[in-house]
Each structure stands twice: as C-alpha cells, then as structure tokens.
C-alpha cells in the first residue's frame, strides 16, 4: 500500500508543476506549452526509472 501512495504522490507532484508551469509561462503558447509538458513528463520518468533501479 506504500509505494502506491507513493506513486499517487510523485503523480500528483508532476501534474502540479505542469499545471503551475503552463499557467505562469505559457499561457497562449500551444506548441510551446506541449514541448514543455513532454519535457517535464520525460524528467519525472527519468528520476522515477532511476529510483526503481536504485532500490531494486
């Protein structure tokens, strides 16, 4: 039941930055916006694999 919390967690964390992103710099910018957004969701995976692999 802990590490689904925790996941829930570290989702709920990287939809904030995205949300609190978009809305503070790029509000009327679609191309600009989505780059971004695949660019914060790769950095979240990329910590996320590299935990899973360190504690495994």
Known sequence: MGRQVSIVLYVAA???IIVGVDFAFFRDRFWERLMVNIG???VFTAF???SVRHLS
Do not use: K, Q
């Open 40 to 42: 914060i969701v790769l």
């Open 48 to 50: 996320y694999l590299r």
């Open 14 to 16: 990287m939809v904030a």
